[in-house]
DNA sequence: GTCTATACTCGGATAGAC
DNA sequence: GTCTATCCGAGTATAGAC
């Protein structure tokens, strides 16, 4: 069936181009002739694909913190002990981040941009719940096994390791003058270095 | 002089409400409109003060950047010793981000969307340079007082669990239900929790 | 300095031919 | 499905009165 096949093949090319587009310049600086463009296609094209901007948009950012969240779950959730479990976060984070980048500093900004469409549009039910993690953190903290730490202290140290340098990436390029070939080793690094390096901190 | 007061008055009133909206919205999504409604002026006077919306923009990213870079170096080319310099930098930058707490996105968005503006614009100059710090730190190393680590992912992590909190205070207070009130508190608490996290992991 | 009215530009969206 | 041409609103910027 020729004309389905064609069909994909532009919807997928547009969608590929307004990732790129719309994860760049975010949703208002995105431009529908730059994805268009992108796309190797007209505006005109765009519109019969995607009626407006507006749902391009957001299929675009489902996609993006479909990426992010949901997995995170089945971290939090299992039955791992606490180290592991923090090592697994880490490697699996890590690595589907190095897949997209510019990802987490997309999705932050339109978090914070409007936080309650966030809620309507793109949890509609499942949103990351940590507190399995979080309760698994304070038994070990009463059982004596890891220092005094609060949960949500913990957990932030732990995602802030692991997200942050994606986001300040230019930030470190620019002020440490690392490239982008280093950066990727140095994150490969942190794979391993970034669980050591919190269980070296509350290992008593 | 009555007229100088209100032409100082009017400016200062436009650039804290540029201030608020460019933060808020970014170039590309603030309206000069939202600017002159929150300064309570009409557009016409806001092109009166700032021939036009880039100068504006220019103006409030130059302050903000300001605020947040120049006084690192301050604390990177001290004298003070590792573990101090490491308290130190916690409870100072977070200081200053309590009162500014959407600064640190702002400016990593636009670092990212337009590096060598920024270092055109921004850097002229006096960027930040965390060097002797890092070679602090392989003297450490060396010496054999610290564990073994890299000064970069060193860096990283401080910096990280210093400055992503006001990055993604949005998706924290989605996922695990933290108020603003709650959220100060542990900003406060992480002013000597960070640097003892730190210290606990790396001293021998 | 401050306003109202208006010109101009950009970009999202549509009409209509093929 | 894809294109060219065009419309139209939003938003920046200016002219000119007070």
Known sequence: MVKKDKDASTQERI???????????????????????????????????????????????????????????????????????????????????????????????EITRDPNNFVKKIWTGDKPHPQKLMQQIDKEVKKGTIKKISAVQLLMNLTAMIIFPFVARPMYQLTIGINEKEFRAIMEERKTLVPKFIIDSIRK
Chains 1, 2 share one sequence.
């Open 15 to 109: 969608l590929l181009a307004a990732k790129k587009v719309f994860v760049g310049k975010g949703m208002a600086g995105a431009r529908m002739q730059d994805i268009a463009d992108e796309a190797g296609i007209n505006k005109a094209l765009l519109h019969y694909y995607f009626k407006n901007k507006e749902q391009l948009f957001e299929k675009i950012f489902q996609e993006a913190a479909t990426l992010l969240f949901p997995k995170l779950n089945i971290i939090f959730d299992s039955d791992l002990p606490l180290f592991e479990k923090i090592e697994k976060f880490a490697e699996e984070y890590i690595t589907v981040m190095m897949l997209n980048p510019f990802l987490p500093l997309f999705v932050l900004n």
